[in-house]
């Protein structure tokens, strides 16, 4: 796990994806999720996405990350906020599901972490046929220079920061189609405000620190220093894709 993900795992917020909470929400409300629908959340961090949607469609929902202390968290929530959610810890590289088990398969600014079609063939991999995949990743816009981009992939330990029309070819690549993409700029003060009237529940620290670690909010910080310098060159994308036929 990189520096930063550790950091984000010890002491970062909820949901720290681009566009927040309010950006989840907006994508449930584009998914079909029934009482009997089976959802995975992968890299479900806190389970912030995972409780919301148990309380809300009443459906199954496993939620996956490889973060023992991550887990921690999420069961800690599930807890306060009395939302039935299967807790497993696992690999995005090699999830511990049968084929075609899904119906929904939801990612919130994780395959940016990971090796991107490998992580996409498991997806296909679990979806029932026609099964749906949501998620939110963050873009390079085409004048981000190649010098910032390596800044940001190296501070965050990402695999790679694709442009929108990298983010699709991966799609199609990996055999989804019936993509439903909705993009622009990373939010400004509007989205801000807006994500005041979803607060997240208080956790309480499970990593054992009465305090959090310097180095931790040192990492956090330079995150934040490097995307408020690229503001202009950075997006983010909300995608829907659909598992599509065996592929040639």
């Given at each position: 796990?990189?520096?930063?993900?550790?950091?984000?795992?010890?002491?970062?917020?909820?949901?720290?994806?681009?566009?927040?909470?309010?950006?989840t929400?907006?994508?449930?409300?584009?998914?079909?999720?029934?009482?009997?629908?089976?959802?995975?959340?992968?890299g479900?961090?806190?389970?912030?996405?995972?409780?919301?949607?148990?309380?809300?469609?009443?459906?199954?929902?496993?939620?996956?990350?490889?973060?023992?202390?991550?887990?921690?968290?999420?069961?800690?929530?599930?807890?306060?906020?009395?939302?039935?959610?299967?807790?497993?810890?696992?690999?995005?590289?090699?999830?511990?599901?049968?084929?075609?088990?899904?119906?929904?398969?939801?990612?919130?600014?994780?395959?940016?972490?990971?090796?991107?079609?490998?992580?996409?063939?498991?997806?296909?991999?679990?979806?029932?046929?026609?099964?749906?995949?949501?998620?939110?990743?963050?873009?390079?816009?085409?004048?981000?220079?190649?010098?910032?981009?390596?800044?940001?992939?190296?501070?965050?330990?990402?695999?790679?920061?694709?442009?929108?029309k990298?983010?699709?070819?991966?799609?199609?690549?990996?055999?989804?189609?019936?993509?439903?993409?909705?993009?622009?700029?990373?939010?400004?003060?509007?989205?801000?405000?807006?994500?005041?009237?979803?607060p997240?529940?208080?956790?309480?620290?499970?990593?054992?620190?009465?305090?959090?670690?310097?180095?931790?909010l040192v990492?956090?910080?330079?995150?934040?220093?490097?995307?408020?310098k690229?503001y202009?060159?950075?997006?983010?994308?909300?995608?829907?894709?659909?598992?599509?036929?065996?592929?040639a």
């Amino acid at each position: 796990m990189s520096d930063y993900l550790e950091a984000v795992a010890s002491i970062g917020p909820g949901s720290l994806h681009p566009g927040g909470f309010t950006a989840t929400l907006e994508l449930l409300d584009r998914i079909p999720i029934r009482p009997d629908s089976v959802v995975l959340d992968i890299g479900c961090g806190s389970g912030r996405t995972a409780c919301y949607i148990a309380k809300k469609y009443g459906t199954h929902v496993f939620a996956l990350d490889k973060s023992e202390k991550m887990l921690a968290k999420a069961k800690t929530r599930a807890l306060i906020e009395g939302a039935e959610v299967n807790f497993i810890c696992g690999d995005a590289l090699d999830m511990p599901f049968a084929d075609e088990v899904a119906d929904v398969v939801l990612l919130e600014s994780v395959l940016v972490f990971l090796p991107v079609l490998p992580v996409l063939s498991e997806c296909r991999r679990v979806l029932k046929e026609g099964g749906v995949l949501a998620g939110i990743e963050i873009l390079a816009g085409e004048k981000l220079s190649a010098a910032e981009k390596k800044k940001i992939e190296r501070t965050c330990g990402l695999h790679g920061l694709f442009t929108l029309k990298e983010w699709l070819a991966a799609f199609e690549k990996a055999g989804f189609s019936s993509l439903d993409v909705k993009y622009g700029g990373l939010p400004g003060p509007a989205r801000a405000f807006k994500e005041l009237l979803y607060p997240d529940t208080p956790l309480p620290s499970v990593s054992g620190e009465p305090f959090p670690d310097f180095k931790k909010l040192v990492t956090l910080a330079r995150y934040r220093a490097l995307i408020i310098k690229n503001y202009r060159n950075l997006g983010f994308a909300v995608f829907l894709a659909q598992k599509r036929g065996k592929t040639a």
